[in-house]
């Protein structure tokens, strides 16, 4: 299964990650793995070239989380809100079996 984490605290979008294999085929045929893959670091690039967002990637062998170092923009707001709809929609259908995404409060306002 796929774990994807947003974390967000005052209603603010502070962090982002993605751990994990969805398991829903095999190797090189994982339409589910391919498409959450492919929305993360889209959303990644797009951010760094389309907002003035500065932000760290740390990566391990298994996850990678991407923190913002300031607040997010406009731009990156709407970037991150795209990155959850389609999330969200592929977890809608093919099921929390394969990917499962939470949205962490931090706290604040």
């Known amino acids: 299964m796929?774990?994807?984490e947003v974390s967000i605290k005052d209603n603010k979008?502070?962090?982002?990650?993605?751990?994990?294999?969805a398991g829903f085929s095999d190797k090189g045929k994982d339409i589910v793995c391919a498409s959450v893959s492919a929305l993360v670091i889209n959303t990644a690039n797009a951010i760094e070239?389309?907002?003035?967002?500065?932000?760290?990637a740390v990566a391990s062998e298994d996850k990678i989380t991407y923190v913002f170092k300031s607040e997010i923009d406009d731009k990156a707001l709407l970037l991150m809100?795209?990155?959850?709809?389609g999330l969200e929609g592929i977890q809608k259908e093919y099921g929390k079996k394969?990917?499962?995404?939470?949205?962490?409060?931090?706290?604040?306002?």
């Open 98 to 109: 394969y990917l499962q995404l939470v949205k962490k409060n931090l706290g604040g306002n």
């Open 49 to 56: 070239k389309l907002s003035d967002c500065d932000f760290n």
């Open 13 to 21: 979008y502070v962090a982002f990650s993605c751990a994990g294999h």
């Open 2 to 4: 796929i774990n994807a």
């Open 81 to 85: 809100d795209a990155l959850i709809i």
